[in-house]
């Protein structure tokens, strides 16, 4: 009998990559904060996870490497047509949207969210961990 891991984790494997690729994000807007025309952008959470949920029903597309030399893809498929420009609630004089305190807010929070994703992430690995020891 084997594990599926993508049944047994379910999507919070997705969910740590998007939360640690949204930081990235969101830390990339906080240094640019004085930079002059910098577009401050954030990821979507929600079409993200309607991407994946789309995917789970129809079935991943597996990616074959046609060269042992290539690179294997990894990472979120979907984050580039996700990643959006941010919509500035000041108008800045140097035409940059970046507001730091709402950044540093988002930033945060998201890793609030990563340590949750964290925390049932982990607990699914002690459920399988004690399923195999048949606890």
């Given at each position: 009998?084997?594990?599926n891991f993508d049944k047994a984790l379910g999507i919070h494997q997705q969910a740590m990559n998007f939360r640690a690729q949204r930081a990235?994000?969101?830390?990339?807007?906080?240094?640019?904060?004085?930079t002059p025309?910098?577009?401050?952008?954030?990821?979507?959470?929600?079409?993200v996870l309607a991407a994946e949920a789309q995917k789970q029903d129809n079935g991943r597309v597996a990616l074959t490497r046609t060269n042992g030399?290539?690179?294997?893809?990894?990472g979120l498929s979907g984050a580039d047509e996700a990643l959006m420009y941010r919509i500035p609630t000041q108008?800045?004089?140097?035409?940059?949207?970046?507001?730091?305190?709402?950044e540093q807010s988002n930033y945060a929070q998201n890793a609030l969210d990563f340590q949750a994703s964290f925390t049932l992430l982990n607990s699914k690995f002690k459920g399988l961990v004690s399923a195999l020891r048949g606890e």
């Open positions: 009998m084997s594990i990235e994000v969101l830390a990339n807007n906080i240094t640019n904060a004085d025309n910098y577009k401050a952008r954030d990821l979507d959470f929600s079409a030399r290539h690179i294997e893809a990894e108008p800045s004089i140097d035409q940059n949207t970046v507001d730091a305190q709402m």
